[in-house]
């Protein structure tokens, strides 16, 4: 799986939007993009994903780039339930061997939610 | 329904002391992921399973370590004869089928300190 670049850390206001970039400039044609965040003392959690085209789901946007080297992660309102590590981590959908999807993170993103 | 659950939630063992972690998966989940995150790291991949087949093995660090699925459900990780640098949050993921791009659900993880 491709690597991927994310800040150490962000702060954001509560109720206000927070856009967590991802720079992954050796994406591969088959790369998904997934989100993943981790709460304080809690296992991570799925945020969202996409390839192409940008995704809405309940709990966050996915907004990539045209070329696909970069994406964004938008939180519309911030909440302080929000502050958690935030993972942005590629997977290659044709990768069939190995081990079987394990997902690969890096350091991730430090989000703090000020009230 | 329930989650994923991890048992102990912590773990203090003294150096040499053998340790037993124990992972229940989200019913009738196929896939089963074990990781280790040190502190201020992000998860890393130990070892897979495919109901109580260990397709992957890869990621674990010694022959010390050891992963069981007997029955494809609950799985054990073991730690013979710990040492300090054992000291981790152990987590442990689940899938539902063997789609790559499915999401993983965490559990809580368990925390050991080794003295």
């Known amino acids: 799986d491709a690597k991927t670049t994310q800040p150490n850390s962000m702060e954001s206001n509560e109720e206000e939007p927070v856009h967590l970039p991802c720079n992954h400039s050796?994406?591969?044609?088959?790369?998904?993009i997934h989100w993943y965040r981790q709460l304080p003392s809690q296992g991570p959690e799925y945020v969202i994903h996409?390839?192409?085209s940008n995704v809405n789901n309940r709990m966050a946007s996915l907004a990539i780039a045209e070329d696909r080297k970069s994406s964004t992660l938008i939180l519309h309102r911030a909440t302080l339930r929000d502050a958690a590590v935030y993972y942005c981590?590629?997977?290659?959908?044709?990768?069939?061997?190995?081990?079987?999807?394990?997902?690969?993170f890096g350091k991730g993103t430090k989000l703090s939610v000020k009230p | 329904g329930a989650g994923v659950s991890q048992s102990p939630r912590y773990k203090v063992a003294k150096r040499g002391q053998d340790v037993a972690l124990r992972c229940d998966p989200i019913s009738g989940h196929v896939s089963l992921f074990w990781y280790q995150q040190a502190l201020g790291q992000g998860p890393e991949f130990l070892t897979y399973f495919q109901n109580e087949a260990q397709l992957d093995k890869s990621g674990l660090p010694s022959d010390r370590f050891f992963a069981e699925r007997p029955e494809g459900s609950v799985s054990t990780l073991k730690i013979q004869r710990t040492q300090q640098e054992d000291s981790a949050v152990y987590l442990c993921a689940s899938r539902d089928s063997g789609g790559l791009q499915e999401t993983q659900y965490f559990g809580p993880g368990t925390r050991l300190l080794v003295l």
């Open positions: 996409g390839l192409t």
């Open positions: 050796t994406i591969s044609g088959t790369d998904y």
């Open positions: 981590i590629l997977r290659d959908r044709l990768n069939y061997g190995g081990s079987q999807g394990n997902l690969i």
